[in-house]
């Protein structure tokens, strides 16, 4: 017979957090660590939400699945498109367990709306517009649920000043997302149950700056100062309860998409790029404005980008998009000016960025769907970048989409507790694609030869 896997997804999860500042203070995650193997999970490039959830539980990475972040350009246009569960062609781990016969029981896992059929059950994720909609799978589970949860939370307003209502909020989608976890485990037949807790990645946009001693705008003793300790607090104990629900010898896994650290400003990307001579506008431009929003002079405009914890470049070349103004001939040679001058952006006070900047067809196994010409890391991510333009400064110490106090980092977190081993030890060189190939070798079932990632030993 095979071990059940249970997934514990703790989006954002900081391994810094679990596995050195909290970790006496979260007795259920220091047992399994204590347990089983644990260490840093590095994500994919780029180290966000979507695309990272979906490279883990398919094993290929972003180019391959084509989904660079939530929004995407939409054949070489200048319009956008945002991803969904349908944009997501290769299987995951569930489809994969379908075909051999096993249940899964999904929720959360980003992006899962709408809802695709499985043996089994979907819940979908954040990404789902509102509770009228269908987000189950089977159609007849959303019933079942909202007469004993009320109508189901997917996410919170988080990028607001009003910090208690949002501190109310998460609490309050958090505990019923706990609650139909618990009620799903109990009352449905699973080999696999993966589920991704949002509310964690919340916490840490919404509050890190009040705990974090190194972020440019904590304020000691503040009234907000353990929030951030207490919801992990708080996560770990419905951990422990969950770990008391399922069978003795069941794997489980705690998992995360990404890190976080504390934001150290905004980079207006477009505002450079308009300095550098790549991207002329029209008329006068009022403060923060949307580019989109904006009389941007295609016929003038080499180069463009978007916001973001990243920042992806577009260059406009000629017979691709609709108004080029690169010549396929410059393509390279622009490309390449463009990158060297991008590494070389410094801080608001000269200071040295480390800046990383890719190019998508150097990093992934293929390029589908549409991928920018270039991903911007920003100063190892500590700087995000505002899409927006209108000002008269390239730094800005705010998100110019709302507040936000955080940023993402490369390297998310991974246990993987074994109830029957005596000792934990911690690894090195993990990389999120070795997740799907870990499960399915747990499960029995044959490791696909198109996953990138190898299945993790213990």
Known sequence: MSKK?????????????????????????????????????????????????????????????????????????????????????????WDILSEKGLKSCVVGVP???????????????????????????PK????????????????????????????????????????????????????????VEIGLDRIHHAFWKFFDKEHPKYV???????????????????????????????????????????????????????KEGYLKTKGKLERGIALEESQIDWGKTKAWGWGGYYARIFINVEGREPQGTVTPEDYEKTLDELAEKLKQIHGPNGETFNNKVYRPEEIYEELNGDSPDLIVYLDDLYWRSAGTIGYDTLYLSENDTGPDDAVHSEYGLF????????????????????????????????????????????
């Open 220 to 274: 000691p003793n503040n009234k907000y100062e353990n929030v951030v300790k207490e919801y992990y607090k708080y996560l770990d104990k419905e951990i422990g309860a969950l770990l008391e629900l399922i069978d003795k010898d069941a794997i489980v896994i705690v998992v995360s998409d990404h890190g976080a650290k504390g934001m150290k400003g905004a980079f207006c990307i477009n505002q450079w790029l308009m």
């Open 111 to 137: 992006p899962s709306y709408p809802p695709k059929p499985v043996n089994g059950c979907i819940i979908s994720c954040f990404i789902t517009p509102d509770a009228t909609k269908d987000y189950t799978y």
């Open 5 to 93: 896997v249970l997934i514990i997804g703790l989006d954002c999860a900081a391994p810094e957090l679990i596995f050195e500042k909290f970790l006496d203070e979260l007795p259920n995650i220091k047992k399994m660590i204590r347990h089983g193997v644990y260490g840093k999970l590095k994500s994919c490039i780029p180290a966000i939400t979507i695309p990272a959830w979906m490279v883990m539980m398919t094993s290929r990475d972003p180019g391959t699945l084509g989904l660079y972040g939530f929004r995407h350009k939409k054949s070489y246009s200048y319009e956008t498109w945002i991803a969904n569960s349908k944009s997501i062609k290769h299987k995951t781990i």
């Open 140 to 195: 007849e589970l959303k019933n079942e649920l909202e007469e004993q949860f009320r109508e189901y939370i997917f996410d919170v307003e988080f990028r607001t000043e009003e910090r208690d209502k949002v501190l109310e909020q998460i609490y309050e989608m958090t505990k019923q997302h706990f609650k139909v976890i618990n009620y799903l485990i109990q009352k449905k037949e699973w080999d696999l149950f993966a589920f």
């Open 415 to 458: 246990i993987l507790y074994d109830p029957t081993k005596e000792s934990g030890s911690e690894l090195q060189n993990l990389n999120i694609l070795d997740v799907a190939p870990t499960v399915l070798s747990i499960l029995n079932v044959t490791v696909p030869k198109e996953m990138r990632g190898k299945a993790i030993t213990w």
